[in-house]
């Protein structure tokens, strides 16, 4: 008899990481404090779509998040920061992670991405451990999700009242019950510990990565397979090719 096997979204959250994954039984969302629980919760995965840095560079900036970026429509822009080089990423400290990237790209590490340095971390340590996963775990990013899965980006921006309710209708297209779903997840997770965008971008994750068909595409685009970092990871943001 086939296994079913779940399709699986996670985001990064004040209480660690969202997860919702896709499967036999329907939508099931639950909190992990550690990235590795995703495999212990949902089995057997299928496909993960993380919105986190995968493929770390040695130096300078990605194209991945330089074309991501040029994609995404102006008010959206600012959700994709550069990805910290792999030698700052495990710096001893925060300024020591600074100092390193500022070296190595001549910029410093922008709040939001010294933040997440240590989220970052987390998953380099899971993929170089587990190197079996590397063809299961993909790195994404909800708003470009949302923009494909939506037949264009929305127009608000997803912290907006009217930009919660703009994804909310694009993930009913694939969950019907998907406020059901939203609503009791709140009723276990207080908004301190994941906020109400956490949710979308998870939901929205995991819907990419069932949609996403034999291989989701990629940016950069143009190679039948991205640039990888010195440990062999993709550089890459992947992506559902289709819209609904």
């Not at 069932?210 to 943001?237: I, K, N, Q, Y």
Request: hydrophobic fraction near 45%; charged fraction near 25%.
């Amino acid at each position: 008899m086939v296994q079913a096997m779940w399709y699986v979204g996670v985001d990064a959250c004040r209480g660690g990481w969202f997860v919702a994954g896709l499967g036999p039984d329907g939508v099931r969302t639950v909190l992990c404090p550690a990235f590795a629980g995703v495999w212990e919760l949902f089995a057997p995965v299928a496909r993960v779509f993380v919105d986190m840095p995968v493929g770390l560079p040695g130096r300078g900036v990605r194209a991945a998040d330089v074309e991501t970026r040029r994609v995404l429509p102006a008010h959206l822009k600012s959700s994709i920061f550069n990805t910290p080089v792999r030698s700052a990423v495990h710096a001893p400290d925060k300024d020591a992670a600074k100092e390193i990237n500022r070296e190595l790209t001549g910029k410093s590490l922008s709040g939001q991405s010294l933040g997440l340095v240590a989220k970052i971390r987390e998953v380099d340590a899971w993929l170089q451990a587990r190197p079996d996963l590397r063809e299961t775990v993909f790195e994404s990013h909800p708003e470009l999700c949302f923009g494909q899965l939506g037949g264009g980006f929305p127009a608000h921006a997803k912290k907006d009242f009217l930009g919660g309710l703009e994804r909310l209708r694009i993930l009913e297209r694939y969950i019907p019950d998907a406020e059901a779903v939203l609503a009791e997840a709140r009723s276990r997770h207080a908004r301190t510990v994941v906020a109400a965008d956490d949710m979308l971008d998870t939901l929205v994750l995991a819907v990419a990565a069932r949609e996403s068909g034999e291989r989701p595409r990629f940016h950069p685009a143009g190679a039948d397979r991205p640039e990888t970092d010195a440990t062999g990871l993709p550089m890459a943001v992947w992506y559902p090719d289709r819209c609904k």
